[in-house]
């Protein structure tokens, strides 16, 4: 793909997408959403993407019940999409999951302890953290965990880190409730995190798209897939919709990273430039490419 202005193309392209919340034996939320159809809807949009994720990472709460036969629908759901698109996959755990039938469903393992795993993406290292308590839907990560992160990031990737984790690291003035439910002891990761390799951490939670920093890092909260949190109720405390679900891209250049809101939704179409102009950029000179886009007086301005 041609470069067209300053910046060079992204060296990787990761999609995060967060709380599916499947359920077995039925597709409906509350009997309202429909948690499949708006995951396909997800990977039907996230198909459509150029240049293609070369990871999609999900933070957690995948099954809203942690049932198998939902960790089997999302697998045959996810799974072959991202093989269409050449990408990889990293699973996080998040508060409605549980640990040992994450563990058996989607990794073929026994072992029921904190579901803390290291991929390897083309030279970016992406470290999805457990942050769940068992019984309870506030994170915390144990000094066990911390000092395993912190051996982790002893040795820099290549590219550098992502953490993927369920719980953000931030506060959430729009979504006081999550205040009860949030990430415990941040200052602990806090202390691991400065000065490593971590260029940024993604996160889930709380069904709405925020953005902050953590300990000098970028924190990206996704927005859920199946319903979301409405960040400005009318006579609630929390107010859960069927509207406004996205994903995030989050394209990943030497020195920053650029992250992109996309709804599930396609809204109403108002103006357009058709593809074949895509097409004949890719030749024709650059001066009369900008010419193109950039002059009032361009057909395409008008």
């Known amino acids: 793909m041609r470069q067209l202005g300053q910046h060079p193309a992204p060296r990787h392209v990761v999609a995060h997408l967060s709380d599916p919340h499947l359920l077995a034996g039925g597709v409906l939320h509350h009997g309202v959403t429909d948690n499949v159809a708006h995951l396909r809807r997800a990977l039907d949009r996230l198909a459509a993407v150029q240049p293609a994720p070369q990871v999609l990472v999900f933070t957690g709460d995948l099954a809203d019940r942690a049932e198998p036969d939902a960790y089997a629908t999302l697998r045959s759901v996810v799974e072959p999409a991202a093989a269409e698109m050449g990408a990889s996959v990293v699973w996080t755990m998040g508060n409605h999951d549980e640990r040992a039938p994450y563990a058996r469903a989607l990794f073929?393992?026994?072992?029921?302890?904190?579901?803390?795993?290291?991929?390897?993406?083309?030279?970016?290292?992406?470290?999805?953290?457990?942050?769940?308590?068992?019984g309870y839907h506030h994170g915390e990560l144990t000094p066990d965990q911390l000092a395993w992160l912190a051996d982790v990031l002893a040795t820099p990737a290549e590219h550098g880190t992502l953490l993927a984790m369920h719980?953000?690291?931030?506060?959430?003035?729009?979504?006081?409730?999550?205040?009860?439910?949030?990430?415990?002891?941040?200052?602990?990761?806090?202390?691991?995190?400065?000065?490593?390799?971590?260029?940024?951490i993604l996160a889930g939670h709380l069904h709405l798209t925020t953005w902050s920093t953590f300990a000098g890092v970028p924190v990206s909260v996704a927005?859920?897939?199946?319903?979301?949190?409405?960040?400005?109720?009318?006579?609630?405390?929390?107010?859960?919709?069927?509207?406004?679900?996205?994903?995030?891209?989050?394209?990943?250049?030497?020195?920053?990273?650029?992250?992109?809101?996309?709804?599930?939704?396609?809204?109403?179409?108002?103006?357009?430039?058709?593809?074949?102009?895509?097409?004949?950029?890719e030749t024709m000179p650059l001066e009369q490419a900008v010419e193109l886009a950039s002059a009032k007086a361009s057909p395409y301005n008008s």
Not at 235 to 240: A, E, H, I, N
């Open 108 to 134: 073929g393992s026994d072992d029921d302890g904190p579901q803390d795993r290291v991929h390897e993406v083309d030279g970016l290292r992406v470290v999805a953290l457990d942050t769940s308590v068992p």
């Open 167 to 200: 719980h953000p690291p931030l506060p959430v003035p729009m979504l006081r409730a999550a205040e009860l439910i949030e990430l415990r002891d941040q200052q602990a990761l806090a202390d691991v995190v400065a000065g490593t390799d971590v260029r940024g």
């Open 223 to 281: 927005s859920a897939s199946c319903y979301t949190s409405d960040p400005a109720p009318v006579d609630r405390f929390v107010s859960g919709v069927d509207a406004a679900q996205a994903f995030t891209m989050v394209h990943v250049y030497d020195s920053r990273l650029v992250h992109t809101l996309v709804p599930l939704e396609r809204g109403h179409e108002v103006s357009h430039i058709g593809s074949d102009v895509a097409e004949a950029l």
